[in-house]
């Protein structure tokens, strides 16, 4: 039974401890793994028929020896009595003397002799073999025969020459019973050893096969849609095998069209927004310079109006240029945010550094640092912009955000160069960190969604020390190795502005 978190507090402390126990418990119990269960189920089942068979053994052990006693006394009786007549008809003869050896060492029956006077009487040694190897004890006890006892007086005359007692032994009989119950234990141990191994063999197998799709669905799940699994002999194991492969091979045609798509989406929306920022510089900028001329012009054929017209005219043509300026400026902003002209003809690392500048410019209160490592000039117009957007958006959301001081941004190559080589991006800061479940904004989710359609990943976590790390990966376009300028080649890093450690 678990208990909601919102009630746990109200709970007693022992009621609160006792179901932390049992949950932890029950977890532990789905923690054992299946070979476990199965070897462990399988010996159960052996241990049980074991002392069912015990048990059967035993009553029939019991009830077949009680009716070997009681026929070996009845037997040895008879015999007894015949011997007895011949002693008593025999003149002179002691019934020690004439006691036949075959009936000293009767099976499952001890036989003794007893003078009138009640003395045991000796018999004289016969050479016969000792008897074989006694069961256990306890053994004994559990068959527990109950004691069969004959008395049978030799009389001869009217006279009392001897007295033989005949008990029934169940030693032998007890020592039969061991002998197959140890020969069949043995047996069922030697065959209850080699199924278990048995077992533990092919679960282990199985067990191998099970962890190599553990392994592809890990794989699975980091996006590494090439894994395949080899179909093991186990039929059923094949089968899932062969439908996890054409599952995966299904969501890796699923993510590369994907990824297509996403890809053509960022192209057409870099398109759109250059397209933009063009009708923006071309259309609003020569409109706004007009104005701005006009103000100007307005301005100064206030100046030879009539004098209680002229102050008003020249301030409120003043008051247009100014507004026309802040429409200038605007507009310069609104054309950088949508598509940076420079992307196109400036390396990668100046147009960071001019977008750290601007950020230095506009909050000079608050630290900025720039570190670029192997970089190119130039990648594609696409991963160009999209490093620059995911820079540009992680320090906003740093300052508007996480209220942070100082923010710093580290870009650079890693890994072989061309082919296989990644960009890794990383914006860290010193402001109060992300939140326990980080909310998927406009900014974060089209970032994220920019990042995927080139196939890199994009992650926001804590600092070790505080504050919010943006990580950014891409895989760098094919062709596009770092050999554009001597600075990148070599692999420099440089700082641009001042910065401290975040």
Not at 96 to 103: D, E, K, T
């Amino acid at each position: 039974m678990s208990v909601h978190p919102a009630t746990r507090a109200s709970l007693p402390r022992g009621i609160a401890g006792a179901d932390d126990q049992a949950g932890a418990a029950e977890a532990s119990v789905r923690r054992v793994s299946l070979r476990t269960r199965v070897l462990g189920a399988v010996l159960a089942i052996n241990l049980v028929a074991a002392v069912v068979a015990g048990a059967v053994v035993v009553v029939n052990a019991r009830v077949a020896a009680g009716r070997e006693m009681v026929a070996s006394v009845e037997m040895a009786e008879n015999m007894v009595r015949e011997v007895a007549e011949r002693v008593a008809s025999e003149q002179g003869t002691t019934l020690a003397a004439a006691f036949p050896p075959h009936l000293r060492h009767l099976r499952h029956v001890r036989i003794s002799l007893e003078g009138p006077d009640g003395r045991p009487a000796v018999l004289p040694a016969d050479g016969a073999p000792a008897n074989g190897e006694a069961a256990p004890s306890w053994f004994a006890r559990l068959i527990g025969v109950s004691q069969v006892t004959r008395r049978i007086d030799v009389v001869a005359d009217g006279t009392l020459i001897g007295r033989v007692r005949i008990e029934g032994v169940p030693d032998d009989e007890v020592a039969e019973v061991w002998d197959d119950v140890f020969d069949f234990a043995s047996v069922a141990l030697a065959v209850n050893f080699a199924i278990l191994s048995a077992l533990f063999v092919a679960l282990g197998q199985v067990r191998r096969d099970l962890s190599r799709f553990r392994g592809a669905l890990d794989e699975l799940e980091h996006n590494g849609f090439a894994c395949r699994v080899e179909p093991p002999r186990t039929r059923e194991l094949a089968e899932v095998a062969e439908r996890f492969n054409a599952f995966a091979e299904t969501l890796g045609a699923a993510r590369e069209e994907n990824a297509h798509l996403y890809a053509r989406l960022v192209s057409l929306q870099e398109d759109e927004r250059r397209q933009i920022a063009g009708d923006l510089h071309d259309e609003l900028g020569p409109l706004m310079f007009g104005l701005k001329a006009s103000a100007d012009s307005l301005a100064r054929l206030a100046a030879t109006a009539p004098a209680e017209n002229a102050e008003r005219m020249v301030a409120r043509a003043k008051s247009l240029i100014e507004i026309v300026e802040r429409m200038q400026v605007a507009n310069r902003r609104l054309l950088t945010r949508i598509r940076p002209a420079a992307l196109d003809h400036v390396p990668l690392k100046d147009v960071l550094s001019s977008l750290v500048a601007d950020f230095r410019q506009h909050d000079p209160e608050r630290r900025f640092a720039l570190e670029t490592g192997v970089l190119a000039d130039h990648y594609e117009p696409s991963f160009d912009a999209t490093v620059y957007r995911c820079a540009q958006e992680g320090v906003t959301n740093a300052l508007k955000h996480g209220n942070a001081r100082s923010v710093r941004i580290i870009v650079g190559e890693e890994g072989r160069r061309g082919a296989g080589g990644m960009l890794r991006l990383v914006v860290a800061d010193d402001g109060k960190g992300p939140p326990a479940i980080p909310s998927m904004g406009h900014g974060l989710s089209g970032m994220t969604e920019r990042v995927r359609a080139l196939g890199g990943s994009c992650r926001l976590e804590r600092g070790n020390e505080g504050g919010a790390r943006l990580f950014v990966e891409l895989p760098i376009p094919l062709g596009h190795s770092t050999s554009a300028s001597p600075s990148s080649a070599e692999g420099r890093r440089v700082r641009s502005g001042p910065g401290h450690p975040v």
